[in-house]
């Protein structure tokens, strides 16, 4: 396959990714397999860059948006560009949870809730570098117990690998010395007919739930579990994003699109949960995880103010985001699968993004 691809990959400087942010080193690393495929990570977030495979007419395209450099995503108004998401992935309402009886307040980062881990989450850190090869880099962060409001010290450990079916899989695990709250996921951001492309209105998407939560004007989950049929949630069969996007809706209102959380249904980690293919591009991804929710966000707070590092900007609805974790606001929402993580008990959860190319 590498050897029919009409272009070779953009030029990415990795020396403009070197830098020394709170004291640590950061860098641009590279995954690579014998089909052609290329995958380009930073430490700085432990963030996706970049994700290069051939599409259906052997063009090499890159399928996930990304910065130039370390100083862009530092400088940036969308601060979750393909980085690793914690220690709580989503909203938390109020900023606030109780465990055992002791009330924990976080950072608040968003009108009154706190999103994605608070205002330096996970994101914004510069993970250690344990292993890296030409097909799998592990990286590590120690977050202090009350970073960010959160109690107890957690060892995290996220390992990324590339393997010859074009299958990215992240593996995390974390560990803690009191009990916590984790859920952590990967805010990739993808156009799967390349970055830069246009919308992602064309795009076809299936989403294996048969519910979803709805959520309040802050999207926040009410805590009901809706039923996607007839409504615009409902991605069990084939449809486009663009084709009911802009339906009369109150829940799209309040997301501005979709910015929700699917209840899976029962599934096995071989067995895919959702499936998007680029209309241009032909290619389809997979994904595959262990968790009971996935995020599905159509890019309704991009505005353009980025410049990619393509060349082109992150304009709106230019990009979607499939989010594996548990359920938002699950710390007080008790009848929600538990995020509780115990001292001696371990958090390890996979998520798998399988890629191919077709040309029908």
């Known amino acids: ?39 380009l990570i930073t430490n700085y977030g432990g963030r996706l860059v970049g994700l290069f495979l051939p599409d259906k007419n052997g063009i090499l395209t890159d399928v996930v948006i990304g910065l130039g450099s370390i100083d862009d995503y530092q400088r940036s108004v969308q601060p979750y560009f393909g980085a690793i998401i914690g220690r709580y992935a989503n909203r938390i309402a109020n900023g606030a949870f109780k465990l055992k009886d002791e009330e924990y307040t976080l950072n608040k980062n968003n009108g009154h809730n706190t999103l994605h881990g608070g205002k330096k989450g996970f994101h914004d850190v510069v993970w250690d570098v344990i292993h890296v090869d030409n097909s799998r880099l592990e990286l590590c ?18 390992i990324y690998s590339l393997t010859e079916d074009n299958s990215l899989k992240i593996s995390y695990a974390a560990a803690t010395d009191k009990p916590t709250v984790v859920n952590l996921t990967s805010h990739a951001f993808f156009n799967l007919n390349g970055e830069g492309s246009g919308t992602i209105f064309n795009h076809q998407v299936q989403i294996k739930a048969d519910y979803y939560l709805p959520v309040d004007g802050t999207l926040i989950p009410t805590g009901d579990i809706d039923d996607v049929s007839g409504t615009p949630f409902d991605f ?27 209840v899976l249904n029962k599934h096995a980690m071989h067995t895919p949960v959702a499936r998007v293919k680029g209309d241009k591009s032909g290619i389809v991804m997979e994904v595959f995880t262990d968790q009971p929710g996935l995020q599905f966000y159509s890019g309704n707070f991009m505005r353009g103010k980025n410049i990619l590092k393509g060349g082109g900007k992150d304009g709106y609805r230019t990009a979607f985001a499939m989010e594996t974790q548990h359920f938002p606001d699950s710390p007080n929402q008790p ?20 890629f191919l190319a077709h040309s029908v």
Do not use: C, W
Request: aromatic fraction near 10%; glycine fraction near 10%; avoid cysteine.
């Open 236 to 262: 069990r069969k084939v449809a486009t994003i663009g084709s009911r996007i802009n339906d009369h809706n109150g829940q799209l209102k309040k997301g501005k699109g979709f910015d929700h959380n699917f």
């Open 141 to 158: 962060y120690f977050s202090e117990d009350m970073e960010e409001g959160f109690p107890g010290n957690l060892k995290v450990k996220v």
């Open 335 to 354: 009848s929600f699968p538990s995020t509780l993580l115990s001292r001696g008990k371990e958090y390890k959860t996979q998520t798998v993004y399988r």
């Open 1 to 39: 396959m590498s050897g029919s691809l009409q272009q070779t990959r953009p030029p990415v400087n990795s020396h403009l990714f070197k830098k020394v942010v709170d004291g640590k080193e950061t860098a641009l690393f590279s995954l690579k397999n014998a089909n052609g495929m290329e995958v």
